[in-house]
């Protein structure tokens, strides 16, 4: 695709995605809220009208495998076909009348929790081929502000619907928009990639990556330094920011040995071995399951400190979403010019300092600090997946989605109920632990993007090779400054977020 028509693409699939986000974001919100509603309407057991909740979050813990999966399959089409059937599972919520029935809601919330989190590794693996590397945190950061505007109206439509006719209206309405993100998906416009043609099986794939690559001896004399260079950037195509298959063959000989033909363990192996990508998720981790530690704290604050009904919480979670579109606007300006580490650590601190003020016994601060949470949560978030799009080799982006979205959001699964054990001697313990937390992670991180700011510096210094403005951290999966490395292997820029555009695409 020409330079110009791919700007064009650019455009058309920053806009795709965003829309994605909002129609799947709208039906699976309103499902949400209806599901719970529904099983309380036929059972009469709030108990087990909260099951629907753990249905949904249940097959997060199986982000490996499904990530393995979308590492084997074409990633369009396992996205549109996913899609189409779980509306199809949708409809079935058309069946329930009574209810011994039940258990029909309850299967199909964790079809759709499953068919969320296969979506999920294999959007994040899909959206490197369809934007340069430059767009991804502004785009992430774009859909994360519609998925949060539209909890702002999508719980009242599907509580609106449920009480007007009952669930059979938002199970349509779901099916509905499950059905069009799928269409929406297929104009998507992904460049080819020349690695994995669409004419090979995956064993003629995997033959390809066994046989040795030799990659020609590069020119060290004094009059060819530059042209060493320069080779060592043109094998790298476009200036891809991920490894290269020497990054990658232990990974897979790991993946090889522990998880069959599947290779499920290279996801946390790939991610454990750099450090950029490990802090970034961890700071997530935990920022995400320091969220679920302070529910409890939350609704004691409310009701014992603010003396308001616990329907104040619906005021807490609007100033939250208003503070998450504020924060999805800016965030991809800041992972350009400060790199994912700095970015999920000034988030991290957000979170902590709004988290914090809560124990201050005054409304207007607890709406305030809300809005300060809503912005520091999703920076963390953002900057771990467009981490891990941006730095992670195209062969392993599958496990390595499934397997940072399961370190990223199963820890909350265990904060949740030890903040609501934390709340019993003292009901602001749990804010104050999740703040000094939070504070330690993301002084963690930027003590590491400033170690890898300087051995930038060094190797700058050494080999000449320009540093970028981002963290830097990323720089260990560089070759030598005058090693042209491997035939394929990659050069990133020196810092994250400010990569150059990837020159290859996910099957589609």
């Excluded at 909740?53 to 076909?81: E, H, K, N, Q, S």
């Excluded at 779980?86 to 029935?101: K, N, P």
């Excluded at 005021?315 to 999920?344: D, W």
């Amino acid at each position: 695709m020409r330079p110009e028509r791919w700007r064009g693409a650019e455009k058309r699939n920053t806009l795709l995605f965003v829309g994605i986000s909002l129609i799947s974001g709208f039906g699976g919100t309103a499902l949400n809220v209806a599901a719970g509603v529904w099983v309380l309407d036929l059972s009469g057991s709030s108990s087990l009208a909260a099951l629907t909740g753990l249905c949904l979050f249940a097959p997060t813990l199986l982000g490996p495998a499904l990530g393995a999966l979308v590492d084997r399959l074409p990633r369009r089409r396992l996205i549109v076909w996913t899609h189409l059937l779980t509306a199809v599972a949708v409809l079935s919520l058309l069946a329930v009348r009574t209810d011994a029935q039940v258990w029909l809601v309850y299967a199909v919330m964790v079809g759709y929790g499953t068919s969320l989190v296969l979506v999920d590794a294999a959007e994040n693996a899909l959206l490197p081929a369809a934007l340069p590397a430059a767009a991804l945190g502004g785009v992430n950061g774009l859909r994360t502000s519609a998925q949060e505007g539209v909890k702002l109206v999508a719980p009242l439509v599907g509580a609106g619907l449920f009480a007007w006719q009952g669930g059979y209206p938002v199970a349509a309405l779901t099916a509905a928009a499950l059905a069009l993100a799928a269409g929406l998906y297929t104009l998507l416009r992904i460049r080819p990639q020349p690695d994995r043609p669409a004419g090979r099986s995956p064993v003629a794939r995997r033959q390809a990556e066994r046989r040795p690559q030799h990659p020609p001896a590069p020119d060290r004399s004094e009059g060819n330094r530059h042209t060493s260079a320069d080779h060592g950037r043109a094998s790298a195509g476009a200036g891809c920011p991920t490894a290269g298959p020497s990054e990658t063959e232990p990974i897979e000989r790991a993946g090889r040995k522990w998880g069959g033909r599947l290779r499920i363990p290279a996801g946390f192996a790939f991610l454990w071995r750099h450090p950029e990508l490990r802090t970034s998720v961890l700071i997530g981790s935990v920022t995400i399951a320091m969220s679920g530690l302070t529910t409890a704290a939350v609704y004691a604050v409310i009701t014992e400190d603010l003396h308001q009904p616990a329907e104040f919480i619906g005021v807490l979670s609007s100033g939250q979403g208003a503070g998450s579109l504020l924060g999805g606007l800016i965030v991809g300006r800041l992972l350009r010019t400060r790199g994912s580490l700095v970015v999920g650590a000034l988030g991290a601190a957000l979170f902590a300092l709004g988290t914090l003020g809560r124990v201050v016994p005054w409304s207007p601060a607890a709406v305030a600090c809300s809005v300060v949470v809503g912005v520091g949560l999703p920076w963390t978030l953002v900057a771990a997946v467009t981490a891990v799009q941006s730095r992670t080799p195209e062969a392993l982006l599958g496990r390595v989605s499934g397997s940072a979205n399961t370190l990223l959001f199963a820890p909350v699964a265990i904060a949740t109920p030890v903040g609501a054990a934390l709340v019993l001697p003292e009901h602001r313990l749990p804010l104050v632990v999740a703040a000094v937390l939070c504070l330690g992670v993301g002084l963690v991180a930027l003590r590491s993007a400033r170690a890898a700011g300087q051995q930038t510096g060094q190797r700058t210094g050494l080999g000449g090779v320009e540093a970028g403005s981002g963290s830097g951290a990323s720089q260990s999966l560089d070759p030598p400054p005058d090693d042209p490395g491997p035939v394929g292997r990659t050069r990133p820029d020196a810092g994250a977020g400010t990569a150059p555009e990837r020159d290859v695409a996910t099957r589609s």
